[in-house]
């Protein structure tokens, strides 16, 4: 792909100098694609009983389905369907912010459980498979938010968004800071998002499949801290 065939949407002076640098990284893009098939493959294989009765939990404990599928802004800001384990109650999407809280009433008590340990996220090894997403990169955003990026942040969407980044550690307790009272949308939007995305385009100025290992080993380190 060429930067003009990019959406115009992206297609900004602030993006082309990423483009550029991915362009001399896709060495190592093509192992990193081959690690994400490789090593989801695995994961799945060895945790499908454990998810087998985490499901089975999920339907126990509430109504509704066991897979939340929001949409969200993929590479090349192409919507996907992310899948999730679902953590709130059916519909939740339509009673409230696509932001959740601490508190937020719209959580399932096994919800909870969830969402502490980030059980929710493993669903997207899926997505990994299915090319959508890949094990580390920029998570994945609500339309209305990738809307509010700032231009260079555009950039991060020409890599495959990720189930875990370094984003994702720095804010692991993200539903805390839009719980500090204010309107949470503009906290996310006005100080969280920006904090994010240039943490994403630092990941993004040295890819590799080593530091990817690390990154996932630093998530895991952060969940269980």
């Given at each position: 792909?060429?930067?003009?065939?990019?959406?115009?949407?992206?297609?900004k002076p602030?993006?082309a100098?990423w483009?550029q640098?991915l362009?001399?990284?896709?060495?190592?893009?093509a192992?990193?694609?081959?690690?994400?098939?490789t090593?989801?493959?695995?994961?799945?294989l060895?945790?499908?009983?454990?998810?087998?009765?985490?499901?089975a939990?999920i339907?126990?404990?509430?109504r509704?389905?066991?897979?939340?599928?929001q949409?969200?802004v993929?590479?090349?800001?192409?919507?996907f369907?992310?899948?999730?384990?679902r953590?709130?109650?059916?519909?939740?999407?339509?009673?409230?912010?696509?932001?959740?809280?601490?508190?937020?009433?719209?959580?399932?008590?096994?919800?909870?459980?969830?969402?502490?340990?980030?059980l929710?996220?493993?669903?997207?090894?899926?997505?990994?498979?299915r090319?959508?997403?890949?094990?580390?990169?920029?998570?994945?955003?609500?339309?209305?938010?990738?809307?509010?990026y700032?231009?260079?942040?555009?950039?991060t969407?020409?890599?495959r968004?990720?189930?875990?980044?370094p984003?994702?550690?720095?804010?692991?307790?993200?539903?805390?800071?839009?719980?500090?009272?204010?309107?949470?949308?503009?906290?996310?939007i006005?100080?969280i998002?920006?904090?994010?995305?240039?943490?994403?385009?630092?990941?993004?100025?040295?890819?590799s499949?080593?530091?990817?290992?690390?990154?996932?080993?630093?998530t895991v380190?952060?969940?269980?801290?």
């Amino acid at each position: 792909m060429t930067f003009q065939q990019l959406p115009l949407e992206m297609q900004k002076p602030e993006v082309a100098p990423w483009f550029q640098l991915l362009q001399r990284q896709r060495a190592h893009l093509a192992a990193k694609r081959v690690f994400d098939i490789t090593a989801s493959l695995l994961i799945l294989l060895i945790t499908s009983p454990f998810f087998l009765l985490l499901a089975a939990a999920i339907k126990i404990d509430s109504r509704g389905p066991v897979f939340y599928r929001q949409v969200r802004v993929g590479r090349y800001g192409e919507d996907f369907r992310i899948f999730k384990f679902r953590t709130m109650v059916q519909n939740a999407d339509k009673m409230g912010l696509a932001l959740t809280t601490g508190h937020d009433p719209r959580i399932t008590r096994m919800g909870r459980l969830i969402r502490k340990l980030r059980l929710d996220e493993f669903s997207q090894l899926l997505n990994v498979l299915r090319g959508d997403m890949s094990l580390v990169g920029p998570r994945p955003e609500v339309r209305k938010y990738v809307d509010a990026y700032a231009p260079e942040y555009w950039a991060t969407l020409l890599v495959r968004p990720g189930v875990t980044a370094p984003s994702s550690i720095a804010f692991r307790n993200e539903d805390e800071l839009l719980s500090k009272g204010g309107d949470p949308e503009a906290i996310y939007i006005n100080e969280i998002l920006p904090k994010k995305c240039s943490l994403n385009l630092e990941y993004m100025k040295k890819i590799s499949v080593f530091r990817d290992i690390g990154i996932m080993f630093q998530t895991v380190a952060a969940v269980l801290h």
